[in-house]
């Protein structure tokens, strides 16, 4: 009786274990999640910045030109208008238009597919389909 109760104290002494391993493992994971997107961020940034510009640049500046206000975003994981990132860099895709024509509803006149280098500094291509 006595080895009955000792197992059992000793089944019980373990198994509370489990789960807080298996939670130690998530909290890792979301510290490794959290230190992969602050590297991210800045370049992130400064890619979307150069997008933005270039875009805004190639169709006449903002007297004619205002990009889709997903690409004044600063939040990476809402960025709507990013294509892509990874080790080869971000692709972003965005609409623009005339000042307004966001915010009136009104269709965009041009879409941008802009290509950015890893570390956000250097732009790949660039291209514009008119509407």
Do not use: H
């Amino acid at each position: 009786m006595k080895r009955f109760l000792l197992k059992a104290l000793l089944l019980l002494s373990v198994v509370p274990l489990m789960p807080i391993q298996a939670s130690a493992q998530g909290v890792q994971q979301t510290f490794d999640q959290i230190e992969r997107l602050q590297k991210e961020g800045p370049a992130f940034q400064r890619a979307m910045n150069l997008a933005r510009t270039k875009a805004v640049a190639l169709n006449g500046g903002l007297g004619q030109y205002v990009p889709a206000a997903c690409m004044f975003s600063t939040t990476l994981a809402r960025q709507r208008c990013l294509m892509r990132a990874d080790a080869l860099g971000f692709v972003f895709r965005f609409s623009g238009g005339p000042p307004g024509w966001e915010t009136e509803g009104r269709s965009p006149a041009v879409i941008t597919e802009v290509s950015v280098s890893s570390d956000g500094k250097a732009l790949l291509n660039i291209q514009n389909s008119v509407q």
